[in-house]
């Protein structure tokens, strides 16, 4: 059965820290893993990465797959209250069109 | 042009009556998705439209919920006989188009908080 685990559940920092979020799948003919950031309700998109090593970077977030080992991380550097959040991966297997997603990382950053 | 949007934004129903959760996707995207996620949970795929049609509703928990699409714009996912199990966020989300090739994100609305007292 395919599945998306993120560790770890939950996650305190304090404004500044840098935070590595991770995400390990095991998903039949993988085609792509997409990260989201969800606040309130809406989950918004943040990357989608498909290519092992290539790094995705937007301002202080960056991410990475690893399709040999199965994994991705999140980076946040330099964290700020605003980056609180539930952190969702997804990936995308077989279907052309369903997502398989994880249960997600509640990051929480104290000023 | 506008989001995804969804009506209402919180419904509270007592158990046993029926519902109707309303999704409106961006203009021209042709794939819809339907998801529910109870608290502190992933996302739950109920059921995906191409166009007006439901290739997969694999993800409906019971034969309770049902959803259509017409005009391959708005949705709607109806819950009858509401047990307070089906108390969750039900998300909508909508993408430009499906494709063996290529990889997409979604665009998600804000969803509807259901509430079954």
């Known amino acids: 059965e395919d599945k998306v685990v993120q560790s770890p559940l939950s996650l305190v920092v304090h404004e500044g820290d840098t935070v590595t979020l991770n995400c390990s799948y095991e998903v039949t003919n993988f085609r792509s893993l997409l990260w989201y950031k969800q606040e309130k309700k809406a989950p918004t998109f943040l990357f989608m990465l498909t290519s092992s090593g290539i790094e995705k970077k937007s301002g202080r977030l960056s991410s990475i797959l690893d399709k040999k080992e199965l994994f991705s991380i999140l980076n946040i550097t330099a964290t700020q209250t605003g980056d609180s959040a539930v952190y969702l991966c997804?990936?995308?297997?077989?279907?052309?069109?369903?997502?398989?997603w994880g249960a997600g990382t509640k990051l929480i950053i104290k000023p | 042009g506008a989001g995804v949007s969804q009506s209402p934004s919180n419904k509270v129903t007592e158990k046993g009556k029926d519902v109707e959760l309303r999704c409106d996707p961006i203009s021209g995207h042709t794939a819809l998705y339907w998801y529910r996620q109870s608290l502190g949970q992933g996302l739950e795929f109920l059921i995906y439209f191409q166009g007006n049609s439901a290739p997969d509703k694999s993800g409906l928990p019971s034969d309770r919920f049902s959803a259509e699409r017409t005009g391959g714009s708005v949705s709607t996912l109806t819950i009858q006989r509401t047990q307070q199990e089906d108390s969750a966020v039900y998300l909508c989300?909508?993408?430009?188009?499906?494709?063996?090739?290529?990889?997409?994100?979604?665009?998600f609305g804000p969803g509807t908080r259901l509430t079954v007292t």
């Open positions: 997804a990936v995308r297997g077989h279907s052309n069109y369903q997502l398989i």
């Open positions: 989300a909508s993408s430009p188009r499906t494709s063996a090739q290529s990889s997409y994100e979604q665009y």
